[in-house]
């Protein structure tokens, strides 16, 4: 027989792939998030978890945390990103190189790190919260350059040229022209520091001393006793990362609209 | 039935990855291949800083010896099960970082020959019927390579003689004693390492427990991050006034005392809640093993600690010249061993023998020494009691003590001799029946009474008020668990739930809205102004959505 190599053959290993590294492990995860310990069928994980305020808050205190690190992440990485896509420097890529080259250092050395310099300013232990904050910012602040360069670089600075012919300043320049063109890169930046802001727990741990608590540690916990409850506050955890997805996704579909009909 | 076959695929998801890189590399061709799982650096891994590195550089000096002069202690024993028993055997050794993990693994079905978890765990795999006893060859005492029966403390014999597990066995349950199901490996106490430089030792006396919520250390001070630990701290800081007020002297009170250290019945739950949401406003954080170095560079004074680790944290500490101390409440503290269990199946797989083998090899005095020096915790191997060449009693652990901790005046570096005491571990070595003061160490003072003698061989008035704390079954865990959830997590009022709640479904339905709004007839935005007059002008009801599909028609 003639072997043949169509597209579907080389589909194969990713279908492999998506169905037991993705497929199957939600699937389990369900199982065990609707089950008792004796494995049969029960709503209790899903009744226990929204009648105990304590799982609510939580879920509440990593939206907060999540949401505060992406906004400061924001703020730091779009004018840094504007100012590197923008300027005419030779060397430029190296800047972006500096801001970029922590996260070829291991992530764990680079916690304690900080949390060294946080015990000699004295705020470890002190502030928990801000500190698990900063660490979050300082881990994931590349997640957030990246994309924004790359968008902000691929903009046709004949763009920014009509604008200024059109009678705009350089604020309605950046209003009318480089924001509403650069939210795809403000979307994928979003998305890559909310969804694991919320859930590692390791900068929460190290620069919190333990004492802040977030969805990814309630997780690792219940893994440790109880796999259904863990499967439960994991499916929850899936939920809300899939509905704030869709709300990213959603406003992005609708700044394209207005980006080409400009 | 069911929970296996997930499990199952669930293990198979997460191992596939690992079963390829095994398949990959493969390892020595061997009769027997003995699988054991155990905490990480929890044995002699050989190279510097082990006994038998240490010991050969003492004796030929620093530069005469290399890492290969002292090889981990698996290569050794696999060497000495060959020569013994003629035939070859490989070690696969995994380890684990807490006993949860290691239980997890096991449920998954992995198939392990023999673990090392604490006691808690193995009256847990007891009660679910996944381990086997040892065989009766395994305790007679006559055959030379049963180093474990002829070795063991007869101090702690007699615990696992006396304590029992309760083993299920199919659908019955009958009482069982511990020595039958595991064999003692390291065991210990809990307390607090402390900066001597900061607190005082009075101090500490007088508050004992209550040292987690002294405002004197606020801040100061650690806790560990697993449950039944801070549990159990909180238990002793509920009801500290209660156990002080135990009759020392009686028969009953270390049952008494053990009976306080496990209340975990509904009743208590509530009390030991608030004082552990006590501890937390108090203390500096929960730590998993970030609290020795912690103390050594001194961002805390006072660490919750097993023995094991204060002695490394002491160790380490000196090092810089920081001399730290450690200290055991004197209402009573944590009594904890960890010991090897033979996995259900051992018999099939045929590596029963290996296992036991491994045990005896690990309870040789050499080994016992190399494990405990390379890992700071104590072994429960005590040797044999013989005589030397003069006639003299000798007792090679002993030996390892007195090596390790006693004095001797050295004119050539001290002035004047140091203060020291007699140091009483017949308990230990001879066994709590035995007449006191027949095996002693002439030990410093300070290390005697606070420092690592005190710390690695607790002194029989330490271990009398110490306590086993039995495993939590399945809906006292759950209802352990919620609690610590409780006081590890912030809890928001109702209100504040509520109202988030609401703002998130009304972001939600907003953000739902403007992007699908326009699909549905009522949101449609009104055509600006300007614009499209005619559908302007349009009866509204006479309106039809213009999309493709009508288009085309």
């Not at chain 2, 009075?202 to 004992?208: F, K, Y």
């Not at chain 2, 559908?535 to 009508?550: G, H, L, M, S, T």
Request: glycine share 6%; charged share 20%; with cysteine.
């Amino acid at each position: 027989m003639k072997l043949r190599f169509s597209r579907k053959t080389l589909c194969i290993p990713y279908a492999v792939f998506l169905l037991f590294f993705v497929i199957v492990p939600m699937a389990v995860i369900l199982v065990y998030a609707f089950t008792d310990r004796n494995m049969h069928f029960s709503f209790g994980n899903f009744i226990k978890f929204f009648s105990d305020p304590t799982k609510l808050s939580t879920i509440v205190y990593s939206i907060v945390i999540a949401l505060i690190t992406t906004v400061v992440c924001l703020l730091i990485a779009y004018p840094v990103a504007y100012i590197l896509a923008r300027s005419k420097m030779k060397k430029k890529h190296v800047i972006l190189m500096l801001f970029v080259v922590p996260m070829w250092i291991n992530f764990v050395l680079r916690v304690n790190a900080i949390r060294e310099l946080f015990n000699w300013i004295g705020l470890l232990g002190q502030a928990n919260y801000f500190n698990t904050v900063f660490g979050m910012v300082y881990d994931f602040l590349p997640f957030m350059i990246l994309p924004l360069y790359t968008t902000l670089m691929k903009i046709d600075p004949s763009l920014y040229e009509a604008s200024y012919d059109l009678g705009g300043n350089g604020f309605t320049a950046f209003t009318r022209v480089t924001l509403p063109l650069s939210v795809p890169g403000i979307v994928s930046g979003v998305t890559m520091v909310f969804l694991p802001s919320m859930t590692n727990y390791v900068v929460s741990d190290m620069l919190g001393n333990s004492m802040v608590t977030i969805i990814g540690k309630f997780i690792y916990e219940y893994f440790g006793s109880d796999w259904h409850m863990g499967s439960m506050v994991a499916l929850v955890l899936l939920v809300v990362v899939f509905v704030s997805t869709l709300l990213t996704g959603g406003f992005k579909s609708e700044e394209n609209v207005r980006g080409a009909n400009l | 039935m069911k929970k296996r076959i997930f499990g199952i695929l669930a293990a198979a998801i997460m191992l596939l990855p690992t079963l390829a890189l095994l398949g990959g590399c493969g390892g020595k061709q061997a009769d027997v291949i003995l699988k054991v799982y155990s905490w990480a650096e929890y044995i002699d891994e050989g190279g510097e800083g082990s006994y038998l590195y240490d010991t050969l550089a003492e004796e030929k000096g620093e530069g005469a010896v290399s890492a290969s002069d002292a090889p981990p202690i698996l290569d050794d024993f696999e060497k000495w099960y060959e020569e013994t028993y003629h035939e070859s055997i490989r070690v696969d050794y995994a380890t684990f970082g807490t006993n949860e993990d290691m239980y997890n693994e096991i449920v998954l079905g992995n198939e392990y020959d023999l673990l090392c978890p604490s006691d808690y765990m193995i009256m847990k795999l007891a009660a679910e019927d996944r381990i086997v006893p040892y065989d009766a060859s395994f305790f007679d005492s006559a055959d030379p390579n049963n180093y474990y029966v002829r070795n063991v403390s007869p101090y702690i014999r007699d615990v696992f003689e006396n304590g029992t597990v309760t083993v299920t066995q199919d659908g019955e349950q009958a009482a069982h004693k511990w020595s039958e199901y595991a064999a003692g490996y390291m065991w210990g106490t809990t307390g607090f390492v402390y900066n001597p430089e900061h607190v005082e030792r009075d101090d500490l006396e007088a508050l004992g427990w209550q040292t987690f919520v002294s405002d004197k250390y606020t801040n100061k001070i650690t806790a560990k991050d697993n449950v039944r630990d801070t549990y159990f701290a909180a238990l002793g800081l509920t009801y500290e006034q209660e156990l002080l007020a135990l009759d020392k002297s009686g028969d009953g009170y270390n049952q008494a005392l053990t009976d306080i250290f496990n209340r975990t019945a509904e009743q208590y739950t509530d009390a030991v809640g608030d004082t552990l949401l006590d501890m937390k406003k108090n203390i500096y954080g929960f730590e998993t093993d970030t609290g020795k170095a912690d103390m050594v560079s001194g961002k805390i004074w006072l660490n919750y600690a097993w023995s094991g680790d204060a002695v490394y944290a002491l160790d380490e500490a000196e090092e810089d010249d920081l001399y730290l101390e450690y200290f055991v409440p004197e209402a009573g503290s944590n009594l904890w061993f960890d010991g090897w269990v033979l996995t259900k199946g051992v018999e099939e797989r045929g590596t029963k023998k290996a296992a036991q083998a491994f045990v005896n090899y690990m309870s040789m005095p050499e080994s016992a020494k190399r494990n405990s020096y390379y890992i700071g915790y104590t072994s429960v191997i005590a040797g044999e009691n013989t005589t030397d060449e003069n006639g003299e009693a000798y007792n090679e652990m002993l030996d390892y003590a007195d090596w390790l901790y006693g004095y001797e005046f050295d004119p050539e570096t001290e002035d004047e001799p140091a203060e020291t005491v007699d140091y009483d571990l017949t308990y230990f070595f001879l066994g709590a029946d035995a007449e006191e003061g027949q095996t002693v160490i002439t030990a410093e003072k300070d290390s005697a009474e606070k420092r690592q003698l005190f710390a690695q061989f607790p002194p029989e008035d330490v271990i009398a008020r110490c306590a086993v704390m039995n495993y939590f079954d399945a809906d006292t865990s759950e209802r352990i668990n919620e609690l610590w959830s409780h006081v590890k997590a912030e809890t928001l009022d109702t209100w504040a739930i509520v109202v988030l709640c609401v703002a998130a479904v009304a972001i939600v339905a907003f953000v739902l809205l403007v992007k699908f709004g326009n699909k549905i007839d009522l949101f449609r935005p009104k055509p600006k102004k300007g614009y499209e007059l005619v559908e302007q002008e349009a009866p509204k009801n006479d309106y039809e959505p213009v999309n493709k599909e009508k288009s085309k028609e």
